[in-house]
């Protein structure tokens, strides 16, 4: 089985989640930055009225290049810009709509390192741009910026937001019930240095927990550096240290999650999936009767759903069509094993803070542990490996699919092979899945071999 990250041979910039890079190299310099806001612009330019962008970015050092250099080619389209500053992603997602912006900008590489950076676009109705409109943004960078410029008189204004935070602050307390509390809980954050450094933490204080922060104190180059969604160990020993009842993640923009339980256990996104179907399924407010979730979920979440009366449908992966899938099949939870959750009754897009709310809300309402709330299944054994590569198709290789046909049949009904491209950098992502672990890593590393040798 495969699943692929790119549409192969159409996108030159864009990946699954926007444009993202190496900050002042290659997609991510001034100038194409520059472009890329007149392009962007010219797209989403329709009518007389006065058009605008809201921009937000998470704590990246190269954020103070990419910023204005995304003004300036909005402003010279005539757009007018309203920046508001360090904010998560979901909170652009919400203020796009909020603020009847004609378009909403992320500027975030994610749960990347800081030396890379990237953007993300929201059209108008808070959601992620199709792969239609992308191509149309690359067809008229190619073009040329002349047809984008406004007139002297026509230039976007620009201006700063600086209460964007607590209007985020207010929407996410208003996702937790009003007849729970976290009073009584001691919660640890960690914010990964990253977009939510000040308003998560000020979300859980003002419903009652009791806060330690952890991933606070951004300088604009440790945002995701041990610490956040992708590096629990923090806020596992946290959690352990301070005796919390439960720990949080997020990772850099704030639109993943990964929990820990009262004794240090990780919660992945498959668990937490499991979690919010049960309880929403129990009060009749899950939709479509199951979840969305890619090729990388776990088959023990399936069996769980199947045992709760649930389905699983699986896309590509990325959230963008985990969310097109929810949209086609009327279903409000989707989301990835990575903490990728999009509630769509909600959000547009993944909200990690919210999505812990709901984790949290979930809790109280049974009123026993996170430990005993948030482990529904057991996992099936599942190795990730990722192979670099350095140019060409490595899947196209006849002895790599040899060897993946081999692997195919090793595993058999009990197990499954998903293979893929990266969408954001050169990595060929090989996962294996099966009741067996010592098979699985075989049929794994064998798979790897081929492919280094084909890269």
Known sequence: MRGDDQITGKREIFGTDGVRGLANAGAMTPDRILRLGMAVGRVFKNGQHRHRVVIGKDTRLSGYMIEPALTAGFAASGMDVFLLGPLPTPAMALLTRSMRADLGVMISASHNPYHDNGVKFFGPDGFKLSDETELEIERLMNEGPEAALAAPGDLGRVKRIDDAGARYIEFAKSTFPRRYSLEGLRIVIDCANGAA????PTVLWELGAEVKTIGVEPNGFNINRDCGSTATKNMKDAVLEYRADVGIALDGDADRVIV??????????DQILALIARSWAKTGALKGGGVVSTVM????LEKFLQGQGLSLERTKVGDRYVVEAMREK???VGGEPSGHVILSDHATTGDGLVTGLQVLAAVA???RR???VCNNFHPFPQLLQN???CGGDPLSNDA???????GEARLGAKGRLVIRKSGTEPLIRVMGEADDEALVRAVVEDICAAVEKAA
């Open 197 to 200: 450094y000040k308003v998560a």
């Open 260 to 269: 820990s339980d009262e004794k240090g256990r990780i919660v992945d996104g």
């Open 297 to 300: 979920a776990n088959m023990g």
């Open 330 to 332: 009327g279903m409000n």
């Open 365 to 367: 309402d049974e009123g």
């Open 370 to 372: 996170v430990s005993e």
């Open 387 to 389: 192979v670099r590569y």
């Open 400 to 406: 790599v699919k040899a060897a993946i046909k081999a």
